[in-house]
């Protein structure tokens, strides 16, 4: 399973972006996408999860300010990040996890997208 992310850039503080990311490939089913960063000399951590069944968690930092969503019918996740800091900056990377398909086999997938850079000047 693919992902592909898109959305990152550059923003002054308090500015807002929109992350997307869109799984592809033998998908049986989705349970938890999330978005992770991970800012220079850190490392990578969570910053949102959902659920399939729609139940959210954030890190601290973002509650308020970040909204997850989910469109199971495209195999997206989006993060919606409004009043950004400086202190958002960093690699953006989704994360799915579920069970793919192949020739009648299910397994498990853990997929990572590439990363997309998010940039919060001050």
């Known amino acids: 399973v693919q992902l592909q992310a898109s959305g990152g850039g550059l923003v002054q503080a308090g500015g807002s972006l929109r992350l997307s990311c869109a799984a592809s490939?033998?998908?049986?089913?989705?349970?938890?996408m999330g978005w992770y960063r991970q800012a220079p000399g850190k490392q990578r951590e969570l910053v949102a999860s959902i659920t399939n069944g729609g139940f959210t968690n954030y890190a601290d930092s973002v509650k308020g300010r970040f909204i997850i969503s989910r469109d199971d019918a495209e195999n997206t996740v989006s993060l919606q990040m409004n009043n950004l800091k400086p202190e958002d900056t960093g690699v953006y990377y989704c994360n799915v996890k579920g069970a793919a398909s192949n020739s009648g086999s299910r397994y498990p997938f853990n997929s990572w997208g590439q990363g997309t850079l998010v940039t919060v000047s001050s």
């Open positions: 490939g033998r998908i049986f089913t989705i349970n938890a």
